[in-house]
């Protein structure tokens, strides 16, 4: 019997304590993680999508916030060029949002990866000080005859992408290591739906911005024209734009220092029963970790290390996992299905100028209305589409389930890029027509496959290799953006005369993210349904149940036809008369 601790009441019970009578330690382990999957929805919960939320918030912001600073950037370094004066390059443009890109891929993989070797608790944060560091960098650089802006802004970006990618993972799993199983999907699509959150309150913060500084922005007809306090007050702006992005960053930053280490984790990985317990307890208190009597934990350690039926991570291990066609088509369905999603999703953007144009929010007569405009436009775009389709998501992902809703918006964006694509020309004629499929296309993009490709990956995988699985699977997804923003981007105006802004080729390149949307509807079936089921269960952990695998569990069988000598525990539902083969 485990040595009893102090503490616990009744609406934060002692888990050590509970199960502190139970010997085995795959039952205490058991046992403890029923208490997290079943436990009532409570505040610790609520802090848990709070905490991992803001994250989300700060990257769309600083994400989104670069489409609408680029104009800014024109003005302010571009005033002068001999083409376009006042507009940034289009390479220049491409190339400052191609790097967040390519540092969120670094970033998914990297610490994806770290978090399944040194712990969630000690990577967490971590990827949020980058963010903060990079977003402050970017608004304080300048121009300079041996450096140029546009540099200095893809070296910061990329950066900043790293750190982005990093909160893909980690605060997936976290959230849902921590959740209980009844509400999991409605917790991580919270954390989710704040990336609408965020493209909203960048959009809000350059309209007020616009607003501040609207006597020395009309001063100016156009860009071209804009010098003098005009050109200084543009130059505020967009650092302010870009800046704002760490400011809640900072205030998230002592919750994710100070969380405990996720028990499954505590459990599967560092095999550290007691110390699991103990975070449980810590983290339903909201205390950053547990403090367990040290000489039981290290006997309880060396006595557990042996009987705990859970396989440890290893590269050998994690091949053997993968390469059966079971565990790898759930990997191949998760990341193709986010690579997929992600070339549609970023290439919809491409519309943004002709929708603005059709709801009256493109031009002015000065450049206060240009960018106030521009500003009002994205504001209305977020709110029409994007941010309700994340919240039907999560009031319905627990109920409806994550495969129907995927394969669901798959079907419908694949019907309406069909139909944009085939009628575009039609529909040009009739802005309303085109505006009504974006704002459609926004809904099912997030209430459909943008909100599901997050919410399965960290849920679907085995602990010891959840969060590289989630890492992989999004880094597929960006891997698409990158390819919509420097291959569909550039294609769209394919034909156009040079100078002009025509896009001839965007119909056909609508058509091509019809075929990938269908790509995506086929893959989706390669995924589980997850709604209502435990971790454990959806790692085949649990005997009994449909996803049972014995190697998972750690039930490795010895023995030959009729053999009766089993390994590990031998759980009750596997008998050893009915083993008719090895299972290695």
Not at 400 to 427: C, E, H, N, S, V
Not at 466 to 494: D, E, M, N, W, Y
Request: a neutral charge; glycine letters at 10%; proline letters at 4%.
């Amino acid at each position: 019997m485990a040595t009893l601790t102090s503490g616990g009441n009744s609406a934060f019970k002692n888990f050590h304590n509970q199960f502190a009578h139970v010997q085995d330690p795959n039952e205490r382990r058991r046992l403890a993680l029923a208490e997290i999957d079943k436990a009532p929805f409570g505040w610790y919960h609520i802090r848990a999508v709070v905490v991992a939320g803001i994250g989300f918030f700060t990257d769309a912001y600083d994400i989104f916030a670069i489409n609408l600073a680029s104009a800014m950037l024109g003005i302010v370094f571009w005033l002068d060029a001999k083409e376009k004066p006042g507009k940034i390059p289009s390479s220049a443009d491409t190339a400052i949002k191609v790097a967040t890109s390519g540092g969120t891929v670094i970033g998914q993989v990297g610490f994806g990866w770290l978090a399944d070797v040194v712990g969630r608790k000690k990577m967490y944060g971590l990827e949020l000080m980058i963010i903060i560091f990079a977003t402050l960098a970017q608004a304080l650089s300048s121009d300079s005859p041996g450096v140029s802006i546009v540099g200095l802004l893809i070296f910061w970006r990329v950066i900043m992408g790293i750190g982005i990618g990093g909160d893909y993972p980690l605060s997936s799993i976290i959230t849902s290591e921590f959740a209980t199983t009844k509400w999991r999907g409605a917790m991580m699509g919270a954390v989710f739906a704040m990336q609408g959150i965020g493209q909203f309150a960048a959009a809000l913060v350059a309209l007020i911005l616009a607003a501040g500084f609207k006597e020395s922005l009309k001063t100016a007809a156009t860009e071209a024209e804009c010098s003098g306090v005009c050109q200084v007050a543009v130059d505020k702006m967009w650092r302010v734009v870009i800046g704002f992005g760490a400011v809640p960053g900072c205030i998230a930053l002592y919750y994710r220092l100070t969380i405990p280490e996720t028990p499954r984790y505590t459990f599967d990985v560092q095999r550290d029963d007691i110390k699991a317990a103990e975070d449980t307890k810590a983290y339903m208190q909201g205390q950053p970790g547990g403090h367990p009597d040290e000489i039981q934990r290290i006997a309880t350690l060396q006595q557990d290390n042996t009987e705990l039926e859970v396989p440890k991570a290893s590269w050998s291990d994690c091949w053997a996992h993968y390469k059966q066609w079971k565990h790898g088509k759930v990997l191949l369905g998760t990341a193709a299905s986010w690579f997929f999603l992600d070339v549609a999703f970023y290439g919809l953007g491409l519309n943004n100028s002709i929708v603005l144009s059709a709801i009256g929010y493109t031009g002015g007569d000065n450049v206060y209305e240009i960018l106030f405009n521009s500003a009002v436009g994205n504001l209305i775009l977020v709110c029409a589409g994007a941010i309700p389709g994340y919240w039907v998501t999560v009031a319905t992902v627990d109920t409806i389930g994550r495969k129907p809703i995927q394969i669901m918006g798959f079907t419908m964006l694949t019907i309406l890029f069909i139909i944009i694509g085939f009628a575009y020309d039609k529909l040009l004629q009739s802005h309303n027509g085109l505006l009504a499929l974006y704002v459609l296309a926004q809904f099912f993009f997030n209430f459909g496959p943008n909100a599901t490709t997050f919410i399965v990956p960290g849920e679907c995988f085995p602990t010891r290799y959840r969060s590289t699985s989630h890492g992989l699977s999004a880094a597929s997804g960006k891997v698409g953006a990158i390819i919509a923003q420097c291959v569909f981007g550039p294609l769209v105006s394919k034909g156009a005369k040079p100078g002009s802004s025509q896009k001839p080729w965007l119909k056909h390149v609508m058509q091509i993210f019809a075929l990938f949307m269908l790509c995506g509807l086929f893959t989706s079936f390669l995924i589980p349904e997850t709604k209502r089921k435990t971790l454990e269960e959806l790692a085949g952990e649990v005997p009994g149940t449909p996803n049972y695998d014995p190697v998972m569990a750690g039930h490795t069988v010895k023995g030959k036809a009729g053999g009766k000598e089993t390994s590990g525990t031998g759980s009750p539902e596997i008998q050893p008369n009915d083993v008719h083969t090895t299972i290695v």
